[in-house]
């Protein structure tokens, strides 16, 4: 069956991680790694694995987008940059997937909001963060059922799955995060909270969802609703689970979610790592499948 | 110990660290009053913000009765003599906080991690220090990792701008030896105009010795409360510790008297009022011996009363669990598993 050629541009955790679930894919095929230095781990890596690679950027990746049909590109280097790479990427026809806080796309969480980008044709969407696509379809789980007033979130990650393009824009991260908990969570009010914990071995990615609903709380149709979510993201990251929840303490919903990744590149303790890159992947497979059958 | 002649500098947290022990319930006038009181005996830096630094408010931590604006706004114009700081915690704060205060009159800018993260203060201590504040890198939970890891780390913090490193004991799980010898490594490697701090927690007694090694060992700048007024069992007892201080010939600068009475006549009947006195006893003890943030206090005394798990043994747990600043969601969670594993 033909598959969609695929770039990847940052060669680091998150570039990595998803290269290794791009080869699983059956519609996306990777083609090329960008990356910036050409001694870099992780563009061996990548050329080890077949890939063709560049230590250009994105200029050296775009002379040879139409030669190699590259119809769709992952970001997964800064909020800083994301934007001319974006520009100069979407200029050429490619679809972009932005694993960046730079948000210039609309945010993308699966399983609230996928299919509407699909409908529309995006050229560019953005994956949020981490802590934005383990907690977000939660915030959605209740506030489908009920408005929510404020929804808040905490993430707390071991810090070797944290690398540094996280902790140099760790203010992207709360700031991305708290905006997609209003605009795709639909809390009229979000906050995020990060925190990284040093501990050996490592702990799995932990998440606290707190949501606190406008009126009470209608319990049963909102522990159904946070079940039928867990299933739905257990669809594309199995090891999400919700750990402790549904609690109810007056208008408080609080839920306690534990991400263990499918230990691709990085172990199944970062499951930060999983939970986005199989975010992206999945939003590209459904890009994917729509181009091919056009 | 032969400290006579050194010069410190007073740093009170009733504002700040005491907003943890009254679940950041100050009223605008409690926060007005005391901070006149300490205004009178001349202590030349207070620190207002939530307990959990700049935009602190929220679930996990707690509401703030009222906005950080709020409280900066009521206190900083009625001050002839201190100055005013406020902490910012990297994934709780952003720079956006920042500029929001800028125009209140901050005087400094302190950014806290966890002693091993230092390099998430990047761009909060780059921008703080850019717009000229006097600006203090915090490394949280400096029990948890070595001195020269310590060190490593005060260096990024150092490179980033910061000209003040702190070295902080947010559990209150040192002794004075421990103080002393990851004070000393920094005092060795930074220069002289590079200041130190030392941030204590009362948690296992040790605050007034631990803050008296920190001198000996090059340490400028002396965190407390008066009254104790923080998180678990509370910080260095300010007024206690000026005393000391006086005793030693160490020079502060703050008229000690005066600190008495901002300790026994305002601090202590707001504690009252809000119904918690922070002091040693088995709950903030077990913090100190088990090495668990102070803040972690209350909201495991909520978790007994609502779950009846003892409020110490989740604190033990957190401690085996290597839990660290800020992690209070774990609090719940770790009492809802205990139930479950008791069947």
């Not at chain 1, 800064?78 to 200029?91: N, P």
């Not at chain 1, 071995?201 to 949501?211: A, K």
């Not at chain 2, 030693?248 to 809000?274: C, F, H, Q, R, W």
């Amino acid at each position: 069956m033909a598959k969609i050629r695929c770039a990847l541009i940052g060669p680091g955790n998150i570039g990595t991680d998803l290269l290794y679930k791009l080869k699983r894919s059956e519609v996306l095929e990777p083609v090329w790694m960008v990356g910036i230095d050409p001694t870099s781990d992780g563009l061996a890596r990548a050329r080890d694995m077949g890939l063709k690679t560049t230590a250009d950027g994105v200029d050296g990746l775009i002379p040879h987008i139409e030669a190699d049909n590259i119809q769709i590109a992952f970001d997964a280097t800064s909020a800083y940059a994301h934007a001319e790479t974006s520009r100069k990427l979407t200029e050429k026809g490619v679809k972009v997937i932005d694993l960046t806080p730079a948000a210039i796309g609309p945010f993308c969480v699966p399983p609230v909001n996928l299919l509407d980008h699909l409908d529309k044709g995006e050229e560019n969407v953005n994956m949020v963060t981490c802590g934005g696509q383990a907690t977000i379809p939660m915030v959605y789980a209740v506030s489908r059922v009920q408005p929510v007033r404020y929804g808040e979130i905490v993430a707390t990650v071991s810090s070797k799955s944290a690398g540094p393009g996280t902790r140099k824009n760790i203010d992207e991260f709360t700031q991305t995060t708290s905006g997609a908990i209003e605009k795709v969570g639909q809390a009229k009010k979000g906050k995020a909270i990060i925190i990284l914990n040093p501990a050996e071995p490592p702990l799995m990615m932990r998440d606290t969802i707190h949501c606190i609903t406008e009126t009470e709380p209608r319990q049963d149709a909102i522990i159904e609703s946070v079940k039928a979510m867990e299933a739905e993201v257990q669809k594309y990251v199995p090891g999400y689970r919700v750990k402790e929840g549904p609690i109810f303490d007056g208008n408080r919903v609080s839920v306690f979610v534990e991400v263990r990744g499918r230990g691709d590149y990085l172990p199944e303790y970062a499951g930060n790592l999983d939970i986005m890159t199989a975010a992206a992947a999945r939003t590209a497979e459904m890009f994917a499948e729509q181009m091919l059958k056009a | 110990m032969n400290l006579k002649g050194k010069k410190i500098r007073l740093h009170d947290m009733s504002l700040r660290d005491g907003m943890h022990s009254i679940r950041h319930q100050f009223s605008v006038q409690n926060m007005v009053d005391l901070s006149q009181a300490l205004d009178k005996a001349k202590v030349p830096l207070i620190e207002v913000t939530h307990g959990d630094g700049i935009a602190g408010s929220s679930v996990n931590y707690g509401f703030g009765l009222h906005t950080d604006k709020e409280y900066l706004e009521a206190v900083i114009p009625k001050l002839q003599h201190s100055q005013v700081s406020i902490l910012l915690l990297p994934g709780i704060g952003t720079i956006k906080d920042l500029q929001m205060v800028e125009d209140l009159g901050v005087k400094t800018i302190r950014v806290a991690t966890h002693c091993t993260e230092a390099d998430v203060s990047e761009q909060h201590i780059k921008y703080s220090a850019k717009r000229g504040f006097d600006t203090v890198g915090f490394l949280m939970m400096s029990h948890m990792a070595s001195p020269e890891k310590i060190l490593e780390q005060a260096k990024l913090m150092y490179s980033y701008g910061a000209n003040c490193l702190y070295m902080t004991d947010s559990a209150g799980h040192m002794l004075p030896e421990e103080v002393k010898e990851k004070i000393g490594i920094l005092r060795a490697e930074f220069p002289e105009n590079i200041e130190l701090g030392f941030h204590g927690h009362h948690n296992l007694g040790m605050a007034i010795a631990n803050s008296l090694a920190a001198i000996e060992a090059g340490a400028t700048r002396i965190d407390g409360s008066v009254a104790g007024f923080g998180a678990g069992a509370g910080n260095t007892p300010l007024e206690v510790f000026a005393a000391v201080c006086d005793l030693y010939g160490i020079e502060t600068g703050v008229d000690v008297s005066a600190l008495m009475d901002a300790a026994e006549d305002v601090a202590v009947p707001i504690m009252v009022k809000n119904d918690e006195l922070p002091r040693i006893n088995r709950d903030s003890l077990t913090l100190g011996y088990a090495g668990v943030y102070s803040s972690f206090l209350l909201h495991a005394r909520r978790a007994e009363q609502k779950y009846g798990i003892p409020a110490r043994e989740i604190l033990m747990e957190l401690g085996r669990r290597g839990t660290v600043g800020g992690q209070e969601d774990m609090i719940e969670d770790v009492a809802l598993e205990m139930i479950r594993a008791r069947g």
